[in-house]
């Protein structure tokens, strides 16, 4: 293995049957050390249930890669890490997450919602509570819909070292949804306004009844 090469120790949380894109951000996230890093992009080719090495180098493809993320700085500095599966099956843990996100009503047809979140202490929990609303907000507008998994993070400018609120609000517009016969991808802006932060988030899912097929 080479110095550029990096193991994750990531795992299936609960009856999860794959690792959580969150935490693979997370975990990316500790090998950068010092600095004002932020999470500035990431994309996701498909779902894992191994252990993970995250690769830095000018070398690095995606060739096998299930992920690419990539941080910066303020002053312009780039971290970017291409992630492939270990030979490993990745630990199962009884592990919980701390935060927890409920929907705010809205009038129905509309693009928008908004969700209150609690629970956060940190970079992980604020990705957590991102994803978590997104994912169930796919539930309130397609019932039914299942293998629901986030694709990317796009400019989303998230602080990896952040201060963030306990509590706060999530608004979520859907900006784009594509797809045909039952497979879909969607695009969502985020909005952050307790911390004045948005971006975008991708997300792919079956409609109810879709085959298994690619």
């Known amino acids: 293995m080479t110095e550029s090469t990096f193991n994750?120790?990531?795992?299936?949380?609960?009856?999860?049957?794959?690792?959580?894109?969150?935490?693979?951000?997370s975990r990316v996230a500790e090998l950068l050390g010092d600095g004002e890093w932020i999470l500035d992009a990431a994309q996701f080719t498909r779902l894992s249930t191994r252990m993970l090495l995250a690769d830095d180098s000018s070398a690095?493809?995606?060739?096998?890669?299930?992920?690419r993320v990539q941080f910066t700085e303020p002053a312009?500095?780039?971290?970017?890490?291409?992630?492939?599966?270990?030979?490993?099956?990745?630990?199962?843990?009884?592990?919980p997450m701390p935060i927890a996100v409920t929907r705010q009503s809205e009038p129905s047809g509309t693009d928008k919602a908004i969700w209150d979140y609690s629970g956060v202490s940190g970079f992980e929990d604020m990705a957590n509570v991102i994803v978590q609303a997104i994912k169930a907000e796919h539930g309130e507008r397609w019932p039914g819909c299942r293998d629901v998994w986030l694709t990317g993070f796009r400019r989303l400018g998230l602080p990896v070292a952040g201060r963030f609120p306990d509590a706060g609000r999530i608004a979520l517009t859907l900006y784009r949804q594509l797809g045909e016969h039952g497979l879909f991808q969607t695009i969502w802006q985020v909005a952050l306004p307790d911390i004045g932060l948005e971006g975008m988030v991708t997300f792919a899912f079956r409609a109810p009844g879709a085959g298994d097929g690619h």
Do not use: C, H, N, W
């Open 8 to 25: 994750l120790d990531v795992f299936l949380r609960g009856d999860r049957d794959y690792v959580q894109g969150t935490q693979i951000v």
């Open 60 to 67: 690095a493809t995606m060739a096998e890669a299930i992920a």
């Open 76 to 95: 312009g500095k780039t971290r970017s890490f291409v992630l492939t599966e270990g030979a490993e099956p990745a630990p199962r843990r009884a592990q």
